[in-house]
């Protein structure tokens, strides 16, 4: 019942910025955690960013911290991913995922996709040099 839908993706060059959305509908959006991951071809899935239930903690994966920055929006059901700097080591399908919050939610949690019971389909990033 619980759908997540990501939008944004595309081409972009080095150096360059692209944003990515996601669209929750199904559930109550307010109680979730909210994480987004990403998957290159050949590669392992690969923690990006989370931001909790509240908006009011955020964490990143050290490949992109300080270049990326996650946001959510409880009026609207969405989560975005601001990604500045892009590199072409940034090139994957971007996902989207949504696990329901509970006390303990910190970032060793929110940071492995077992966390997460929901996922969207995924949304294809491609930085050319």
């Known amino acids: 019942q619980v759908q997540l839908v990501e939008s944004g993706g595309g081409l972009v060059q080095a150096g360059g910025s692209l944003r990515v959305s996601c669209l929750v509908s199904g559930g109550t959006f307010s109680t979730y955690d909210m994480g987004w991951f990403r998957q290159a071809p050949g590669k392992e899935r690969e923690f990006v960013g989370a931001i909790s239930w509240s908006g009011r903690r955020t964490y990143y994966g050290d490949s992109v911290k300080d270049r990326f920055t996650i946001s959510r929006d409880n009026a609207k059901n969405t989560v975005d991913l601001q990604m500045n700097g892009l590199k072409p080591e940034d090139t994957a399908v971007y996902y989207c995922?949504?696990?329901?919050?509970?006390?303990?939610?910190?970032?060793?949690?929110?940071?492995?996709?077992?966390?997460?019971?929901?996922w969207g389909q995924g949304t294809q990033v491609t930085v050319s040099t």
């Open positions: 995922a949504a696990g329901v919050h509970s006390i303990g939610s910190d970032y060793y949690i929110l940071r492995t996709a077992n966390h997460y019971n929901y």
